[in-house]
């Protein structure tokens, strides 16, 4: 980062015992420390909020992406078959191709296997127990 190699750490750290003296290094390096801890804290933040920024630009561009291409396809495909119709009024249109209306039963399956009927196991009461 700041190409600083061993020979100058050495001459830096020699200086620094030479000016702050054996007895103070202790809590100079604390300091030092603190000070380090709080600028990376800042730039990490910092740097949150940048990529933060960034990735709401581009969610913003793929949403306009987006409405641009389903325009597209609106415009290549209106809207008018029975299929599309019901889609939009909320009505499930039949596997044959008629509309039922909003919120009407199915009819029934032909052929369709009867339900399953609860069978009680013998190890298991077929009534549920009596509070006393």
């Known amino acids: ?3 600083i190699g061993w020979d100058e750490m050495l001459f830096t750290a020699i200086v620094a015992i030479v000016v702050i003296g054996p007895k103070d ?8 420390g603190q000070w380090i801890g709080k600028m990376r804290r800042v730039s990490g933040h910092f740097r949150a909020g940048i990529e933060t920024m ?4 581009e969610l913003e561009e793929m949403e306009k992406e987006w409405r641009e291409k389903n325009a597209a396809i609106m ?9 599309a119709e ?10 044959n191709g008629t509309e039922m209306e909003p919120g009407a039963a199915e009819p029934p399956l032909k052929d369709a296997p009867p339900l399953p009927v609860e069978v009680a196991m013998p190890d298991q009461p077929s009534t549920p127990p009596k509070a006393e």
């Not at 290094?25 to 030092?32: D, G, H, K």
């Not at 415009?75 to 299929?83: F, I, N, T, Y």
Request: aromatic content about 2%; glycine content about 8%.
């Open 1 to 3: 980062m700041f190409d």
């Open 25 to 32: 290094m202790p809590r100079a390096l604390r300091t030092a």
């Open 75 to 83: 415009a290549q495909h209106p809207v008018g078959s029975a299929h």
């Open 54 to 57: 960034i990735r709401e630009a």
């Open 86 to 95: 019901a889609a939009l009024e909320g009505a499930d249109p039949g596997l």
